[in-house]
């Protein structure tokens, strides 16, 4: 049985690039062999992670971890997968793969960007740490002051 570990920013009900990457890959590496798939989910809040019916797949809360160490300890993955980017919480994924020997693979989507300044970019972050709410939000009326901010800094201490 091949273990994997991956992070998502919803819960994997939600398609999302990387829930598309593993419908597609699943079921030829299902056909080799027995596959476990475990969803490590960051939200601002902790989840509420209804009975698991699917005895391939588990879906972890990030609350419920001090770092990302202590997850690759408990899951004891074959694999990490993570995207290779600056995302704190597939970056912390990526060192403790790396720390604990664990190979560490993923996917990278590239976007077209157009050309801005390190000033306006830096004036974007600034004003995004300031708001009450996140993109992944899915029940509205849950707006704190400073939210996305308060998030921001427990995905810095996951690492």
Not at 94 to 101: D, E, I, T, Y
Not at 110 to 128: A, P
Request: aromatic content about 12%.
């Amino acid at each position: 049985m091949i273990k994997i570990l991956t992070i998502l920013h919803t819960l994997p009900s939600v398609k999302s690039y990387r829930t598309l990457c593993f419908e597609r890959i699943l079921p030829y590496l299902r056909s080799k062999t027995d596959v476990h798939i475990t969803w490590l989910v960051y939200q601002p809040e902790r989840l509420k992670i209804e009975s698991q019916i699917d005895p391939h797949t588990s879906i972890l809360d990030i609350h419920d971890f001090k770092n990302a160490v202590e997850v690759v300890q408990q899951v004891k993955p074959d694999i990490i997968w993570v995207a290779p980017t600056l995302n704190l919480p597939d970056y912390a994924l990526s060192l403790a793969g790396k720390h604990m020997n664990v190979p560490v693979v993923g996917e990278l989507v590239t976007e077209l960007m157009k050309q801005t300044s390190k000033f306006e970019v830096s004036i974007s972050y600034f004003k995004m740490f300031f708001e009450s709410s996140v993109p992944t939000d899915v029940v509205d009326g849950n707006n704190k002051f400073m939210r996305r901010g308060k998030f921001f800094l427990f995905k810095y201490q996951f690492v």
